[in-house]
């Protein structure tokens, strides 16, 4: 298997500008999580979706910030208009059915907003 | 609320010398500890679950270790490739997972 799928890894854009993050997770997973890392936050979950239907949006910053999942394969994360405090590194993490089982991350994206 | 604190924050040893990384937690029933190695620029990656007090897991020069309030995870003998960014996690309620601030380990040749 490929493992979680990024993109794109690098995104640099200016304030106010809209950023969309895509995230394929690992065929089969049913539970996807969106990430943010920072220095001075560590890692943040910012939302959870089960069987493509969101059920825990309370790490969500603010209303720029926004997440779907339209069908198993495929996540946005989009940020509109962007900020510069908005720069961290986006995860994606995905894992199967099952209470405990891990999750395992995609390579991140590393957002710059000048 | 659920509480993650891992300490050292950051730890330098010298090739061959062991040492352990501890993770404290506060959390209302626990479901499952998780162990995580992240390397620069890249996103974690898994390296044990723990459920309950009392079970150790191995691999490698890596061992984790569970208490009913903290777990820890003991380096035998490391190698600069065991350089990296240690995160633990836990998991109550739910699918949703609390990260430590993380240990980050240097070992010298």
């Known amino acids: 298997d490929a493992g979680v799928i990024q993109s794109p890894r690098h995104e640099v854009t200016e304030m106010g500008q809209e950023v969309t993050l895509r995230c394929k997770p690992i065929s089969g997973h049913d539970y996807l999580f969106w990430y943010r890392q920072t220095m001075m936050r560590g890692l943040e979950l910012l939302i959870y979706?089960?069987?493509?239907?969101?059920?825990?949006d309370s790490g969500m910053p603010e209303d720029r910030f926004s997440a779907k999942m339209p069908n198993a394969s495929f996540s946005t994360l989009k940020i509109q208009p962007s900020e510069p405090r908005d720069s961290a590194v986006y995860f994606c993490?995905?894992?199967?059915?099952?209470?405990?089982?891990?999750?395992?991350f995609g390579p991140g994206t590393r957002l710059t907003v000048t | 609320e659920d509480q993650v604190t891992q300490s050292p924050e950051a730890l330098r040893l010298q090739e061959g010398e062991s040492s352990s990384l501890n993770c404290s937690y506060t959390?209302?029933?626990?479901?499952?500890l998780f162990w995580y190695r992240q390397d620069p620029g890249k996103g974690p990656e898994f390296l044990f679950t723990l459920y309950s007090a009392g079970e150790e897991k191995e691999k490698e020069r890596l061992k984790a270790t569970l208490t009913k309030k903290e777990s820890f995870l003991h380096i035998t003998a490391p190698k600069p490739e065991d350089s990296a960014t240690y995160l633990c996690?836990?998991?109550?309620?739910?699918?949703?997972?609390?990260f430590g601030g993380g240990t980050r380990l240097m070992v010298k040749p």
């Open positions: 959390v209302s029933g626990l479901r499952g």
């Open positions: 996690a836990v998991q109550a309620a739910g699918n949703m997972l609390t």
């Open positions: 993490a995905s894992k199967p059915s099952g209470t405990s089982y891990e999750q395992y």
């Open positions: 979706f089960n069987n493509n239907v969101p059920i825990d």
